[in-house]
């Protein structure tokens, strides 16, 4: 049973496109996070949802656009790829942290996006 | 802001031993520590919160000085199975996972 899943695993573009990442967990989360990760391996929060709203939007160029239609799914679209954007992109999940801060979160395999 | 791991990278061989520290600038609820390996996603180890609570596998040995804001991640008897790059992450009261830029273990037999 796979715990978080992310489609598709690899993705090229041409720059100027538009794309979208899709995410689901099935592990019961009320959290679902986005992440990037460069070619140093940084790996920086990007967005955060808690039962469907936004709670963390980094900076991030609004060219990113999240949507949860439901606490086991976030996906991310992104309009206008730039080269920039190549990256891997790793959805993630986690129980709300009850003794504050975040509980353990559970990444998905991750997007490798190469944008040309 | 990204807490600091050191060293950035190590290299041992089989049944050595090593650790990796965190250093954080912020007061914190709680630090993470996570395994990934090459092309896979980050898997995680051990989550230790303020107060003392710690999860994680029974195999991996971590602490957390609460005054310091400092974590370190024991790896005793290091196995081929260790290699990859660990972080940690950090969370204070926003409620999120800050990354460090991880520190890159090499195990040789």
């Known amino acids: 049973d796979t715990a978080v899943s992310q489609t598709p695993k690899y993705l090229v573009t041409q720059m100027g496109n538009d794309k979208s990442i899709k995410c689901e967990q099935n592990l019961g989360h009320d959290t679902m996070y986005w992440y990037k990760q460069d070619s140093k391996k940084f790996l920086k929060i990007m967005f955060s949802y808690n039962n469907k709203e936004l709670i963390i939007n980094e900076t991030v160029p609004n060219r990113f656009s999240p949507k949860s239609p439901d606490k086991a799914h976030l996906n991310l679209h992104i309009n206008s790829l730039e080269l920039g954007d190549s990256a891997v992109y790793f959805c993630?999940?986690?129980?709300?942290?009850?003794?504050?801060?975040?509980?353990?979160?559970?990444f998905g395999p991750g997007t490798r996006l190469t944008v040309l | 802001q990204q807490p600091v791991q050191s060293p950035q990278a190590v290299i041992l061989r089989e049944g050595e031993d090593a650790v990796i520290n965190c250093s954080s600038s912020?007061?914190?609820?709680?630090v993470h520590w996570y395994r990934q390996k090459h092309g896979e996603a980050p898997v995680f180890l051990m989550i230790?919160?303020?107060?003392?609570e710690q999860k994680g596998h029974e195999k991996i040995s971590a602490s957390f000085n609460e005054k310091k804001q400092q974590s370190s991640l024991y790896l005793t008897a290091s196995q081929l199975s260790y290699s990859g790059t660990y972080f940690c992450g950090t969370a204070s009261s926003a409620r999120q996972l800050t990354f460090g830029s991880g520190t890159q273990l090499t195990v040789l037999p």
């Open positions: 993630a999940s986690s129980q709300w942290g009850t003794s504050g801060g975040t509980d353990t979160q559970y």
């Open positions: 230790l919160l303020k107060g003392g």
């Open positions: 912020k007061a914190l609820y709680s």
